[in-house]
């Protein structure tokens, strides 16, 4: 049974596909969008968090039990030297408030399954399913391919949410597994989608053309990022992009929100963004319009 690793399991998500869902949210990402709202993600492997509004005034207990001294308190919660570190979770098994914890599980396929299908009433009665998101589940491919093929043993509806960064193997193997693609465009520019992301973004615009020839059960997201990607030869690119392929299921215009802005700090990152404000309903709606040439139904929100 294939292994992987996931951060999170969201039960009853109705912005992630179609109905009442769950999602299941693979570790680990290419690109670093500036903008992130799950940073815990972003990485592949385990990472320790804290959560310093927890922190117990004169409890010691993780510098005492962590192996490789990794821990100081210097003032009123705890210091951690990342690259000391190594995950083992000892300091969060013994942290008396949970102000620590460990972001990132070893699970089965069949463990996601069974977790999955306790919410399985919902889904039929919805229209609702299983949503793979992260992170980047093409990430981890074999362990998405277990999932998607027990998903159809179980009869459920599949989502795929992506940000197109993978070889394009990975979605021939996949794509008739998957009933909705989400999948996410960001920049058109490669250069500006470096800088935004941390990659350039060839790959994930051949990916759509190609997979697009391959099935039209993709919804475009575009996160609408206000300075970085709402300019209007920006969206022009994009929506002559998007009329330039097969028809597709619609465009999702994402507003930015600031969110995940606290997760930052928990893993003693910086959140670059914190000045910027969320865009307003009428901004939104004037961005709306520049995807009216493509001829697909678009919605605000997700």
């Known amino acids: 049974m294939t292994q992987g690793i996931v951060f999170d399991i969201k039960k009853y998500?109705?912005?992630?596909?179609?109905?009442?869902?769950?999602?299941?949210?693979?570790?680990?990402?290419?690109?670093?969008?500036?903008?992130?709202?799950?940073?815990?993600?972003q990485k592949i492997g385990p990472e320790l968090m804290l959560r310093p509004n927890r922190c117990l005034d004169g409890c010691q207990l993780c510098l005492e039990k962590c192996p490789q001294g990794a821990i100081?308190?210097?003032?009123?919660?705890?210091l951690i030297e990342a690259q000391r570190c190594d995950c083992c979770g000892?300091?969060?098994?013994?942290?008396?408030s949970e102000a620590?914890?460990?972001?990132?599980?070893?699970?089965?396929?069949?463990?996601?399954?069974?977790?999955?299908?306790k919410d399985s009433p919902f889904y039929e009665e919805s229209g609702g399913g299983v949503t793979f998101s992260g992170g980047e589940p093409l990430l981890q491919p074999e362990f998405l391919v277990e999932l998607l093929e027990l998903s159809q043993?179980?009869?459920?509806?599949?989502?795929?949410?992506t940000s197109g960064y993978a070889p394009f193997k990975v979605f021939e193997r996949i794509w008739a597994l998957v009933d909705l693609f989400l999948y996410d465009l960001k920049l058109m520019d490669p250069e500006r989608h470096r800088l935004a992301t941390g990659l350039r973004n060839e790959i994930i615009l051949e990916n759509l053309r190609r997979l697009a020839h391959l099935t039209d059960k993709i919804v475009i997201r575009l996160p609408v990022i206000p300075s970085i990607?709402?300019?209007?030869?920006?969206?022009?690119?994009?929506?002559?992009?998007?009329?330039?392929?097969?028809?597709?299921?619609?465009i999702e215009?994402?507003?930015?929100?600031?969110?995940?802005?606290e997760k930052y700090t928990r893993l003693g990152r910086t959140y670059q963004l914190a000045e910027l404000k969320?865009?307003?309903?009428?901004?939104?709606?004037?961005i709306a319009r520049f995807f009216n040439e493509t001829r697909l139904p678009i919605s605000i929100g997700g």
């Open 100 to 117: 620590l914890e460990i972001v990132g599980k070893k699970m089965t396929a069949a463990e996601v399954m069974a977790e999955v299908m």
């Open 90 to 96: 000892l300091c969060a098994e013994v942290c008396p």
């Open 253 to 261: 215009l994402l507003p930015y929100h600031s969110l995940g802005k």
């Open 153 to 161: 043993k179980n009869r459920l509806s599949t989502t795929v949410d």
């Open 229 to 250: 990607n709402d300019d209007e030869a920006n969206l022009v690119q994009m929506a002559s992009f998007i009329a330039s392929l097969p028809p597709l299921k619609g």
């Open 278 to 286: 969320k865009p307003s309903l009428e901004a939104m709606e004037k």
């Open 72 to 78: 100081s308190k210097p003032g009123a919660w705890p």
């Open 13 to 41: 998500a109705l912005h992630d596909g179609p109905g009442i869902r769950t999602t299941v949210f693979f570790k680990g990402c290419p690109l670093r969008c500036l903008w992130c709202h799950n940073p815990e993600g």
